[in-house]
């Protein structure tokens, strides 16, 4: 009952005794109050003081309990005690009568809880006070004609045999002290819980600095009581290194996370990490020291990585708002270019002196389309990653998408006498998607299968319905890609650089765009390559399209949450798997 802010074992020992004679002092008072008070004042002030000796005394024990201060709770007792005291020899007759021996009792009680001369002293002087204040007591009370019995010999009796169990417990004080297990020795040299623990894990015994290191009194970690605070994914590894212990292990180490008092109303709870050392005694096998201190490297470690992931989170946001600012801020002066260039270009104001003037505004007018369609790449990305790219579902064949993929494609293949064809299954039918999202993803395949694929080679477009979802792909006879580039494969403005992809131009960002669109539906993207073998990139999507989700705004489809490796179908959601 000793409250756990008392860390002191001297001071905790004394909170105890004043708390074990506050709890039994009251039974002794009830018994003097029977013998003494009946006779003389009746059954109703018996009744009363017996009440008033219960409440007080068990008043007192609950408030040193429940404040851990001691001081002024002991010497208003010591007061009350002797004025008790004092109403007790008037009522059995004055000094004459046995009961006058419980004087010696508030002296020796005092020393027993205090264990000081000072102690002692201040309950001689209360008893003094007693015995002196006793013939004004029978004055004042109506106590009426107190005689002397025999049986007032039962009072001090009692007191006098609680002295024997505390006699015993006087005469062993020094051997206790010297008997005290090394965990009260080792825990004042080192910064740490030490703790004694069975061959099952049960603990024995707990240093006082439980209280201090993990805010807990040493007695709710006895049994279970540590176990049970340890994190659940903590537990195998305690578990593991408590039965090496068992098998004759000298020492073993961990670290693990404890659950401490919650701080504040807050619903979370409140882990910590620790490092918990298990090291075997050599004089008794079956019971274990630990030794659990505080793992301050690991809770600096983990601020910083949560701090760490939030600048991180911060800077991607940043980084999307800023692609996406500057992304709309080109797009205007670029259709401006694009278009004079063209009204130049066709010569509506009239025609060029020198033929080269004409060759320079049809280069401005590429390079500005190169830029815009750069430009509109970025912006795509930068959409699909702030989950804000709107979408129109609409049913509609799928080898109409292809046509028009190839007849855009077919004058940049013709030049490089790339043979551009089609397997489109029958079964391929209707798909429920993004038309303009499908298309975007053909276009940038097969833009990128002409362009890395050396003239004369091939590209082929497939297609074809397996269950629920429709399979198509883009392969070629091309470069290929080495196994130490997949990593790269998909990432934002990263390029697989070698001697052949460093001819042509471009951001990097095709891929990139493909897997997001792909995600957007739900998909999955698989690409198989090898070096000087050509690469084949195969999509996956529901034909009956997306599921849309609960709060999504309407055309706009967020980007859906990776599902974890061994779910139902094996993969995640817009996953890449890559197979060299």
């Given amino acids: 009952m000793v409250h756990p802010t008392v860390t002191g074992e001297a001071e905790r020992l004394r909170q105890r005794r004043f708390i074990g004679v506050m709890l039994a002092a009251p039974f002794l008072a009830a018994g003097a109050a029977v013998t003494l008070v009946t006779a003389g004042l009746g059954v109703a002030v018996t009744t009363a003081t017996i009440f008033a000796a219960f ?17 002024l709770v002991g010497q208003a007792a010591l007061a009350i005690g002797g004025l008790a005291l004092a109403c007790a020899i008037a009522a059995a007759g004055g000094l004459a009568s046995p009961v006058a021996l419980l004087a010696v009792a508030l002296p020796v009680e005092a020393w027993w809880i205090g264990g000081s001369r000072r102690a ?18 029978s004055q004042f009370l109506p106590l009426g004609a107190a005689g002397i019995a025999t049986w007032h010999w039962l009072l001090p009796l009692a007191w006098a045999l609680t ?3 505390r006699a015993a417990a006087f005469a062993n004080r020094a051997g206790v002290r010297q008997a005290e297990p090394a965990a009260d020795r ?28 993990l805010k807990l009194a040493p007695e709710l970690l006895f049994g279970t009581g540590l176990f049970d605070r340890v994190h659940l994914s903590d537990r195998v590894a305690y578990l593991t290194a408590l039965a090496d212990m068992r098998e004759g292990a000298p020492k073993r180490r961990l670290d693990l996370r404890i659950r401490l008092p919650r701080e504040g109303v807050g619903s979370v709870d409140n882990f910590r990490p620790f490092r918990l050392e ?15 201190r505080e793992n301050d490297d690991v809770a600096a470690l983990r601020e910083e990585l949560a701090a760490a992931k939030e600048a991180a989170a911060a800077a991607e946001v940043a980084k999307g708002r800023f692609l996406a600012v500057v992304s709309h801020e080109l797009r205007t002066p670029l259709n401006a270019i ?11 104001f009239g025609a060029f002196r020198d033929p080269r003037q004409k060759e320079y505004v049809g280069l401005v007018r590429e390079s500005g389309q190169h830029l815009l369609s750069v430009v509109t790449s970025i912006l795509d990305v930068s959409r699909i990653e702030a989950g804000a790219y709107a979408t129109e579902l609409e049913p509609f064949r ?9 007849s855009m494609m077919k004058p940049l293949a013709e030049a490089k006498s790339i043979a551009l064809g089609a397997q489109i299954a029958p079964d391929a039918g209707e798909i429920n998607a993004d038309r303009r ?41 091309g470069i290929g890609i080495a196994e130490e580039d997949f990593a790269n494969l998909g990432k934002p403005f990263m390029q697989i650089q070698n001697d052949y992809t460093r001819r042509f131009e471009g951001t990097g960002l095709g891929l990139s765009l493909v897997k997001g669109l792909v995600a957007l539906h739900e998909g999955t993207m698989s690409i198989e390559s090898a070096p000087g073998e050509g690469t084949t990139v195969t999509i996956s999507l529901p034909v009956n399209g997306p599921k849309r989700r609960s709060g999504a705004p309407a055309g706009v489809l967020p980007m859906p949450v990776a599902k974890p490796k061994g779910d139902a179908n094996g993969e995640s959601n817009g996953s890449l798997r890559k197979t060299a």
Avoid: Y
């Fill in 398 to 406: 799928f080898a109409e998408a292809v046509d028009m993929c190839r």
């Fill in 186 to 213: 080792l825990e004042d040299i080192i910064d740490a819980v030490v703790l004694r623990v069975g061959r099952q894990g049960e603990v024995i015994d707990a240093s006082a600095k439980a209280r201090t290191i």
């Fill in 163 to 165: 002295l024997l169990p």
């Fill in 338 to 348: 694009i278009g004079f260039s063209d009204m130049l270009l066709h010569e509506m």
């Fill in 278 to 292: 298990l090291m075997r005694g050599e004089s008794e096998q079956d019971v274990f020291t630990f030794v659990l």
């Fill in 55 to 71: 409440g007080l005394c068990w008043f007192a024990a609950l408030l040193v309990a429940a404040s851990g201060r001691m001081a």
């Fill in 437 to 477: 999202a499908v298309q975007q993803i053909l276009i940038n395949l097969v833009s990128n299968a002409v362009k890395f694929t050396p003239d004369g080679g091939s590209v082929v477009i497939g297609a074809k319905r397996v269950g629920s979802r429709l399979h198509f792909w883009v392969s070629d006879t």
């Fill in 120 to 137: 002692a002293l201040s309950g001689a002087l209360s008893a003094l006070a007693a015995i002196l204040l006793q013939p004004l007591a």
